[in-house]
């Protein structure tokens, strides 16, 4: 069992920057690839970033690429997603998570994930 815990959410103005940190449970961190996904109000979960367990290997979707950057620590047991430039669409709850079954690449589909945190709110205001 994983235990996720997301922090670094706020509000912040449109250009802005935000760094979140998911801080993991378990010995096993180093060999689960991890996500970040976002949930905007009235919209379904989707899919921002994801990273290899070894970092090698990272994914982003369209509507963030060049502007965030996950990345990972495995010696503290914690993922970051740092966000640059951002837009008031970037408004959304994000939440991190864990995906078990060892790959070599890291899914970008959100039900491939087994574990995940309760969310940090990330505001952009115009």
């Known amino acids: 069992q994983v235990q996720l815990v997301e922090s670094g959410g706020g509000l912040v103005q449109a250009g802005g920057s935000l760094r979140l940190s998911c801080a993991a449970s378990g010995r096993s961190f180093s060999m689960y690839a991890m996500g970040w996904f976002r949930q905007a109000p009235g919209k379904e979960r989707e899919f921002v970033a994801a990273?290899?367990?070894?970092?090698?290997?990272?994914y982003y979707a369209d509507s963030v690429k060049g502007r965030f950057t996950i990345s990972r620590d495995n010696a503290k047991n914690t993922v970051y997603l740092q966000m640059n430039k951002l837009k008031p669409e970037d408004t959304a709850v994000y939440y991190c998570?864990?995906?078990?079954?060892?790959?070599?690449?890291?899914?970008?589909?959100?039900?491939?994930?087994?574990?995940w945190g309760q969310g940090t709110q990330v505001t952009v205001s115009s």
């Open positions: 998570a864990a995906d078990r079954t060892l790959r070599a690449l890291p899914d970008t589909d959100i039900d491939e994930y087994d574990y």
């Open positions: 990273i290899a367990w070894s970092g090698r290997n990272t």
